[in-house]
């Protein structure tokens, strides 16, 4: 099934959104109920049609590609700031200010938009079992620190890193490379899981990684992945 004997490793990281939870019900539910604390009344699937678009033309941005994926939390509350103004202006809401910007920022790590994935647990506590050191590697900002205890899933994973805590984002290998210095774990014996083709499985494995893409809806051709989490064990 996979091109690695799962015996032979020694831990299992995780990407975090989608792929250990998932925004619920829709991101422009999330920007709806904001919104409409500051008095302001949108439709969540006018948001929804628009912010693929608008974030497919910000990636470039996000990533910073061009200088190898370094980042830090300075750059990434800029970063953000931008991105949301970006949405505003897509659904043509003039109004701004630093309340509605941090609402919408907290929205993002608050537990109630959030759904974990299905079986993940039951996948987790097997890990466990079979004593494989387990973690996260997230491009999100420290708000996955929060998303994690709140959601109950701290207590499966010895380490997780944010882009801020290893100063990098994926496709870097840098990312994967901090990773793997910090834990004392060579590449070779890392699995990645997660739900981003380029992102998570490509870039893990140039990093040295073993990769498995976690993909629910669409089975694709020589790629090792799963499409449910009770398939990932030895």
């Not at 609402?103 to 097997?126: G, P, Q």
Request: aromatic residues 14%.
């Amino acid at each position: 099934m996979f091109d690695f004997n799962f015996g032979e490793i020694k831990a299992v990281f995780f990407d975090a959104d989608n792929t250990l939870y998932k925004v619920v019900p829709t991101y422009g539910h999330v920007y709806r109920d904001v919104l409409k604390k500051h008095g302001i009344a949108v439709n969540p699937d006018s948001i929804n049609r628009k912010i693929g678009k608008i974030w497919t033309g910000f990636a470039s941005d996000y990533l910073n590609i061009s200088q190898n994926g370094q980042t830090n939390k300075e750059r990434e509350d800029q970063l953000w700031q931008e991105f949301f103004s970006r949405v505003l202006n897509g659904i043509n809401v003039s109004f701004r200010s630093e309340d509605l910007y941090s609402d919408i920022y907290k929205a993002f790590s608050d537990v109630k938009y959030r759904k974990i994935t299905n079986h993940l647990i039951e996948c987790l506590e097997n890990l466990k079992i079979q004593g494989k050191v387990l973690g996260v590697l997230s491009n999100y900002d420290l708000r996955v620190h929060s998303l994690l205890k709140e959601l109950g899933l701290n207590k499966y994973f010895e380490y997780t890193f944010s882009c801020i805590d290893v100063g990098f984002k994926k496709p870097s290998k840098r990312a994967f490379e901090v990773v793997s210095d910090s834990i004392g774990i060579s590449g070779e014996k890392i699995i990645y899981v997660g739900d981003n083709l380029e992102l998570d499985y490509i870039a893990s494995r140039n990093a040295g990684w073993k990769s498995i893409l976690y993909s629910p809806l669409l089975q694709r051709k020589n790629v090792y992945s799963i499409a449910s989490f009770l398939e990932l064990r030895d």
